[in-house]
């Protein structure tokens, strides 16, 4: 990239973590040290309050931000109207993400068969809801709706062990653990089925886009 990262990469789990001081210029660019292009990153600046951004191929030249619930808003001066590729990853002139001199962290992911899954949905409203196919069994799941103002939320097979899933955490707020049946889901062998149909922070009414992690990954796995 024009401006020198920082990276730690595992290519093979389709993770990295990448540290840059912007330099305040349009169109920069930043080496994210994946294997191919990654479908969700996260940026956030470090010496500086700021929201946390999120850029994915899947929402096109738009941005969610961790740290709000708003909907999808178009990002030329946070990533220059430019998609991440297979080696980097654009900024435009927005302080959050290339402040002059300003440091800044970012976590980029692409999707690995049988271990992890970024993707979209769209819900049914129904609770015979929209089945999402990802290969695996989910043990967390991130997700939040793109077409409309709603919390993110984190679902997990620790605080919620049997189906039906209910527990959601919102961690763009500071509010304690949700449970109610808007956020009703079962999470399955090879994906994961809303069923909510109604409800403030619905998981089945809208469209979503989600990072979601296995609970046995297999595709690296070692022999016995």
């Not at 970012?106 to 089945?131: E, Q, R």
Request: glycine share 10%.
């Amino acid at each position: 990239g024009s401006i020198t990262s920082t990276v730690s990469a595992n290519t093979d789990a389709g993770f990295s973590i990448v540290g840059y001081t912007g330099n305040g210029t349009a169109g920069a660019t930043i080496g994210h040290g994946l294997s191919k292009t990654p479908d969700l990153v996260f940026v956030k600046r470090r010496n500086g309050t700021g929201n946390t951004l999120a850029t994915m191929p899947i929402l096109g030249n738009n941005y969610l931000q961790l740290t709000t619930n708003e909907a999808t808003i178009a990002h030329a001066v946070f990533f220059n109207n430019t998609l991440p590729t297979a080696t980097v990853f654009s900024v435009g002139t927005a302080n959050d993400v290339n402040a002059n001199t300003g440091t800044h962290i970012a976590y980029c992911f692409h999707s690995v068969d049988g271990y992890s899954k970024v993707g979209s949905y769209t819900g049914n409203g129904n609770a015979d809801g929209t089945f999402v196919y990802t290969g695996f069994r989910p043990a967390f799941i991130l997700l939040k709706q793109s077409t409309a103002s709603q919390d993110w939320q984190i679902y997990d097979v620790k605080r919620s062990p049997t189906n039906l899933i209910d527990d959601a955490l919102y961690p763009n707020t500071s509010g304690a653990e949700a449970t109610a049946n808007y956020l009703d889901m079962d999470i399955v062998s090879n994906g994961f089925k809303v069923r909510a149909v109604s409800g403030a922070n619905n998981v089945n009414n809208g469209t979503y886009v989600y990072l979601a992690f296995a609970e046995t990954p297999f595709k690296y796995s070692n022999a016995r």
